[in-house]
């Protein structure tokens, strides 16, 4: 039968638009969280990360927000750039090892 | 410090022929993971090692693959014999003792089995 690939999430943003990236994690006994950019033919970097004791984090022109009751992430970025467009993933630790989601792609219109 | 580096950054190889991958982690890790991407299934973790030993390679897809952590600033991934289905970008990250810490990653291996 066909080769189905992955639907990647899309998100397109006007340049200056804030941008919000969800995710949903898998285990709830999972204590850390990072979100990771990765542009085309790089591997991930690594953007901001989370504790589960904390709800936000702050950086510069990011924010994560948790919400462990639903098991829910979120990357905000402020005032996207260009420079921004590229695939984001979630990544929880569970026991060292890092889980990743699926990734959401993020086009910024100039 | 220059990050993590993998080699080579590309191979092309014909089916059946084995190919090895290889990772430099950061100096002072003490985790070494090794990951594949592909348009089917995302980013997957094949194995990790902790202190050169290999700690879970549950996510290694069959016998035909193999890794190894020598010492603390070399591993290998190897595939025989390679198929085409193996074609993929293969990532090797490192991380700190501490655990709760990010995994820095490779620039990846992108392998292609024809």
């Known amino acids: 039968g066909e080769s189905v690939g992955l639907h990647l999430p899309t998100l397109s943003v006007q340049e200056g638009d804030n941008s919000i990236i969800n995710c949903a994690y898998s285990n709830s006994a999972s204590d850390y969280f990072i979100w990771y950019k990765q542009e085309s033919g790089k591997g991930p970097q690594f953007i901001i990360d989370i504790r589960s004791n904390m709800d936000k984090r702050q950086g510069q022109r990011v924010t994560v927000l948790l919400n462990k009751t639903v098991k829910h992430l979120s990357l905000q970025i402020a005032a996207t750039q260009p420079g921004d467009s590229a695939v984001y993933f979630c990544a929880e630790n569970l026991l060292t090892q890092f889980y990743f989601g699926t990734g959401t792609s993020l086009t910024v219109i100039p | 410090d220059a990050g993590v580096i993998q080699s080579p950054r590309h191979e092309v190889t014909e089916m059946g022929q084995e190919v090895t991958l290889r990772c430099k982690p950061i100096?002072?890790?003490?985790?070494l993971f090794w990951y594949r991407q592909t348009m089917m299934r995302g980013l997957e973790l094949l194995i990790y090692?902790?202190?050169?030993?290999?700690?879970?390679d549950s996510g290694m897809p069959e016998d035909r693959f193999s890794a190894k952590m020598p010492n603390a600033s070399f591993s290998t991934l190897k595939i025989q014999p390679s198929e085409p289905r193996d074609s993929a970008v293969y990532f090797c990250a490192s991380s700190l003792t501490t655990g709760n810490t990010e995994a820095f990653f490779g620039q990846g291996t992108r392998l292609t089995v024809v």
């Open positions: 100096s002072g890790h003490d985790y």
């Open positions: 090692f902790n202190n050169n030993v290999p700690i879970d």
